[in-house]
């Protein structure tokens, strides 16, 4: 007989997080596919709560405090006893980034210890030489013969290459079906009329996020700059100091990421100085939204499936697309075949053939097949 049972583990499950977005997609498919799914994390609505996955749950998470002393080996045996116990009658472990970026270290070291010799899938989005605070771990991913490793993009599959580990890609996927979405009615709460040039950034505030960039493309375009995301990581008193200064109308609301959002925006800008992958650009995609999009490296990536985004260095053909967008709605008499809206109508298509969530089901089967874990 085949898998039954299926756990995704990670530090916390079933919020508005990214990690959390794909996580519940791959439980969508796996369900599908055939597998009874439970989830196990530190934080969440999850099936199986596990507090010592959380991130920060061992003394600030990347730390190794304690681990050479009496209380930190028992600490640790605890947490491995926890997790060996809400993974007792799984099959299949689908790890997602718990032990890929080290915010808790002593929960990487125990998810690792349990599943040695057992099927998984770690599925990373984040590994510690991608960011410059966690440069000096090394002793992340772990990886196992019975485990098959995962990556979001072919920059981190070559890089895993070349640290001596074979990886999977296997890009984001996304809901692609453009369901009908209230702008008006976000645009009122907002407070925002129809004539008002609205600006989302879809994102949590932090410093690779590139809120400067941002606030800068809404005061060079006229527009009101809209961020959705909290501060976090210690950003609060530098967004404040960058909101404060804006030469533009700034709203700081946070909103989940719903198609309601794309539909009340006129432009989503997307700054980043890196990202893993990048969801809001394929997001926009998808809801018929320009969007400007920062130079990072996997965005040339995506980019190359054949994605038309504006660059924050030529704002001139933003304010050209968005005064032929102006006028197409004004116009009845015009036609669809504008050059804008061929745009739009072309990233969509771009979208719904890459990066649907029934690409995603398809490279999963193959990886599940090719292992011999398809139920």
Same mark, same amino acid.
């Given at each position: 007989?085949?898998?039954?049972?299926?756990?995704?583990?990670?530090?916390?499950?079933?919020?508005?997080?990214?990690?959390?977005?794909?996580?519940?997609?791959?439980?969508?498919?796996?369900?599908?596919?055939?597998?009874?799914?439970?989830?196990?994390?530190?934080?969440?609505?999850?099936?199986?709560?596990?507090?010592?996955?959380?991130?920060?749950?061992?003394?600030?998470?990347?730390?190794?405090?304690?681990?050479?002393?009496?209380?930190?080996?028992?600490?640790?045996?605890?947490?491995?006893?926890?997790?060996?116990?809400?993974?007792?009658?799984?099959?299949?472990?689908?790890?997602?980034?718990?032990?890929?970026?080290?915010?808790?270290?002593?929960?990487?070291?125990?998810?690792?210890?349990?599943?040695?010799?057992?099927?998984?899938?770690?599925?990373?989005?984040?590994?510690?030489?991608?960011?410059?605070?966690?440069?000096?771990?090394?002793?992340?991913?772990?990886?196992?013969?019975?485990?098959?490793?995962?990556?979001?993009?072919?920059?981190?599959?070559?890089?895993?290459?070349?640290?001596?580990?074979?990886?999977?890609?296997?890009?984001?996927?996304?809901?692609?079906?453009?369901?009908?979405?209230?702008?008006?009615?976000?645009?009122?709460?907002?407070?925002?009329?129809?004539?008002?040039?609205?600006?989302?950034?879809?994102?949590? &505030?932090?410093?690779?996020?590139?809120?400067?960039?941002?606030? %800068?493309?809404? =005061? !060079? /375009?006229?527009? $009101?700059?809209?961020? +959705?995301?909290?501060?976090?990581?210690?950003?609060?008193?530098?967004?404040?100091?960058?909101?404060?200064?804006?030469?533009?109308?700034?709203?700081?609301?946070?909103?989940?990421?719903?198609?309601?959002?794309?539909?009340?925006?006129?432009?989503?800008?997307?700054?980043?100085?890196?990202?893993?992958?990048?969801?809001?650009?394929?997001?926009?995609?998808?809801?018929?939204?320009?969007?400007?999009?920062?130079?990072?490296?996997?965005?040339?990536?995506?980019?190359?499936?054949?994605?038309?985004?504006?660059?924050?260095?030529?704002?001139?053909?933003?304010?050209?697309?968005?005064?032929?967008?102006?006028?197409?709605?004004?116009?009845?008499?015009?036609?669809?075949?504008?050059?804008?809206?061929?745009?739009?109508?072309?990233?969509?298509?771009? &979208?719904?053939?890459?990066?649907?969530?029934?690409?995603?089901? %398809?490279?999963? =089967? !193959? /990886?599940?097949? $090719?292992?011999?874990? +398809?139920?």
């Amino acid at each position: 007989m085949g898998m039954i049972r299926c756990a995704i583990v990670s530090f916390r499950l079933g919020l508005s997080d990214g990690v959390s977005v794909v996580a519940g997609h791959w439980q969508q498919i796996l369900e599908a596919i055939g597998f009874e799914v439970v989830t196990v994390a530190g934080e969440g609505p999850v099936d199986r709560l596990v507090p010592g996955l959380s991130i920060g749950a061992h003394s600030g998470g990347g730390d190794d405090t304690g681990g050479s002393h009496r209380s930190g080996t028992a600490d640790a045996r605890g947490l491995a006893e926890a997790v060996s116990d809400a993974l007792a009658d799984v099959d299949l472990t689908v790890v997602e980034n718990l032990c890929t970026i080290p915010l808790n270290l002593p929960a990487a070291r125990a998810v690792a210890q349990v599943l040695k010799g057992q099927p998984a899938i770690l599925h990373h989005h984040d590994p510690p030489w991608q960011r410059s605070r966690f440069a000096a771990v090394t002793e992340l991913p772990p990886t196992d013969p019975r485990w098959r490793h995962v990556v979001i993009n072919r920059l981190t599959a070559e890089q895993f290459r070349e640290r001596g580990l074979d990886a999977t890609v296997i890009y984001n996927g996304f809901n692609t079906n453009a369901a009908p979405a209230n702008r008006s009615g976000l645009r009122a709460t907002l407070g925002v009329d129809d004539q008002t040039l609205l600006i989302a950034h879809p994102v949590r &505030a932090i410093p690779r996020k590139n809120i400067p960039a941002a606030v %800068a493309i809404a =005061e !060079a /375009l006229g527009g $009101t700059y809209w961020l +959705l995301g909290e501060a976090e990581d210690g950003y609060q008193p530098t967004l404040d100091k960058v909101l404060a200064a804006a030469r533009c109308e700034v709203i700081h609301r946070p909103v989940a990421r719903t198609p309601d959002i794309y539909a009340a925006a006129d432009l989503v800008v997307f700054p980043s100085e890196w990202e893993g992958f990048g969801n809001p650009p394929i997001e926009a995609a998808i809801w018929g939204k320009p969007c400007v999009v920062g130079d990072y490296p996997v965005a040339k990536e995506l980019a190359a499936f054949g994605f038309r985004w504006f660059s924050a260095t030529n704002l001139n053909e933003v304010r050209s697309f968005l005064d032929d967008i102006t006028d197409v709605a004004a116009d009845t008499t015009t036609t669809a075949d504008t050059s804008a809206a061929h745009i739009l109508e072309h990233n969509r298509a771009v &979208a719904v053939t890459h990066f649907s969530l029934k690409r995603v089901r %398809a490279d999963l =089967e !193959a /990886l599940l097949s $090719t292992a011999g874990w +398809l139920p």
